[in-house]
């Protein structure tokens, strides 16, 4: 069967409403390998083809052409007839990106490995809300977060203050006895699962909830690589760092020099350290390999890192060409490690 090139596989019909689409045709093209864009009602099973797009002279064209030796999957299916059709797909082509898994999957394979258990914030699954009040009898405060990815939404805030408790998600702030924080979890915990684990502060001198995203991607070599490291500051007085829910990217170097003085060399090292050790690390735990992580990291008062989450497919706004510039090699680099010519 005739393999062609790279394609890219996504549920938006026209590549020309996809950010990431030009980019990867634009690098592909100065790699001098064969690019198209696809979405999934685009694949003819029956002829092996494939309706694709390709950037030619300026403007996307529809082609018909050969199935691609390499499948960008960019987007997740979203019906049983997308799933049907990217698990047919897998049989005659390589896909770039897989799954992590959720919070807690992700935390107990590492914690088996050991080697970066100690990153690990301790972590457990939460059932029922009677188990915040014993937590809380240990720890003085709590977060609890959803185990699966919620871009910071439902993230609520539990410190035990000496007449009750105070539960902060978002903008809001209640105060509870116990009576009324069972009353007020039990409806939460039993439509969806959370994690509940000791609160790990991490703030800017004026008080600013913070993060850093490392961005990681593998190269033409199949070697990990720093795509960006940026910190993320709530911009309001919320508990949360995400972008996605209000939270701005600062620049690296001037937010580390702000913040640690003359120990931000120092910690640029670690941060830039963690983010090529840990995805070779991370890698070794699964059966598939990974293209491109996203670790949200961050570093307490006393200068130890912790791991917050890993994310499989990371946001890369703004920065498609620099994601292209990556992915695209290592697409090549699938292509010759598999003996596809």
């Known amino acids: 069967m005739n393999l062609q090139g790279i394609g890219m596989l996504h549920n938006r019909e026209n590549p020309a409403d996809v950010k990431k689409a030009y980019p990867f045709a634009a690098v592909a093209k100065m790699e001098g390998i064969h690019f198209f864009y696809f979405s ?10 494939i309706n694709g797009w390709m950037y030619e002279e300026g403007k996307w064209i529809q082609k018909k052409v050969d199935f691609p030796a390499v499948v960008i999957n960019s987007c997740n299916p979203k019906t049983e007839n997308q799933s049907k059709i990217v698990k047919k797909l897998k049989k005659y082509t390589i896909f770039t990106s897989f799954p992590v898994g959720n919070k807690m999957k992700v935390y107990k394979k590492v914690k088996k490995a050991k080697v970066f258990a100690s990153y690990l914030i301790p972590s457990t699954t939460l059932l029922m809300s009677e188990e915040i009040i014993s937590f809380l009898g240990n720890q003085h405060r709590a977060v609890i977060k959803p185990l699966s990815g919620n871009h910071g939404k439902k993230v609520f805030f539990i410190e035990k203050t000496e007449e009750q408790y105070k539960v902060t998600e978002g903008f809001n702030t209640m105060y509870m006895n ?3 924080l069972n009353r007020y979890f039990q409806p ?3 439509a969806q699962k959370f994690l509940l684990q000791p609160f790990i502060e991490c703030k800017t001198k004026n008080g600013l909830t913070y993060d850093f995203r490392l961005h990681v991607q593998k190269n033409g070599a199949g070697q990990w690589e720093i795509t960006l490291i940026y910190p ?3 911009g309001n007085a919320k508990m949360i760092s995400n972008i996605s829910n209000g939270g701005y990217r600062g620049e690296l170097a001037s937010f580390l020099k702000a913040e640690f003085d003359e120990d931000s060399k120092k910690v640029k090292e670690s941060l830039e350290a963690f983010a090529l050790s840990f995805p070779a690390h991370f890698d070794t735990l699964y059966e598939h390999s990974f293209d ?4 949200d990291v961050a570093i307490d008062a006393n200068q130890r890192l912790w791991l917050f989450e890993v994310n499989w497919r990371p946001g890369s706004k703004n920065r498609e060409f620099d994601v292209a510039k990556r992915l695209i090699p290592y697409c090549k680099f699938l292509i010759n490690e598999n003996g596809i010519r």
């Open 178 to 180: 116990e009576k009324e």
């Open 292 to 295: 491109e992580l996203g670790l």
């Open 40 to 49: 999934f009602k685009n694949v003819d099973f029956d002829n092996m083809k």
């Open 188 to 190: 939460i915990l039993s």
């Open 232 to 234: 993320r500051i709530s």
